[in-house]
């Protein structure tokens, strides 16, 4: 039950997310709680900032959200084998693929990185 919890808080994350990259699309800034404005000074183009990693942050919410879907799957079905690992396991893929290209947009448009 109690990943159950987790898996619907982990599904709302993703949902905030989709949330925060829509808006940064929408109004091609960045939005404070993906990088404070102390960061965002070292930022050469914002704009192209927010071209580059709002889809890809949008993706990483979707992501999410199926993966916190198949742990709640698994968990209401009380799976005991590897395929309750399942959801965990797009998780942390979509996780590492996003940080590394976070990452690489860090270099490209901010100064000093």
């Known amino acids: 039950m109690s990943m159950m919890v987790m898996d619907i808080a982990i599904f709302f994350v993703g949902i905030y997310l989709a949330k925060i990259a829509y808006g940064m699309m929408k109004s091609k800034k960045v939005n404070k709680m993906i990088l404070p404005d102390g960061e965002m000074k070292k930022c050469k183009d914002e704009q192209a900032f927010v ?63």
Not at 58 to 73: H, N, Q, R
Not at 89 to 102: E, Y
């Open 51 to 113: 071209e580059y990693i709002a889809p890809r942050m949008m993706f990483f919410s979707v992501l999410t959200m199926i993966a916190a879907a198949i742990g709640w799957y698994f968990d209401a079905m009380n799976a005991q084998g590897y395929e309750s690992l399942l959801g965990v396991g797009v998780f942390l893929i979509a996780l590492i693929i996003f940080s590394i290209q976070f990452k690489k947009s860090k270099k490209q448009f901010f100064k000093e990185y």
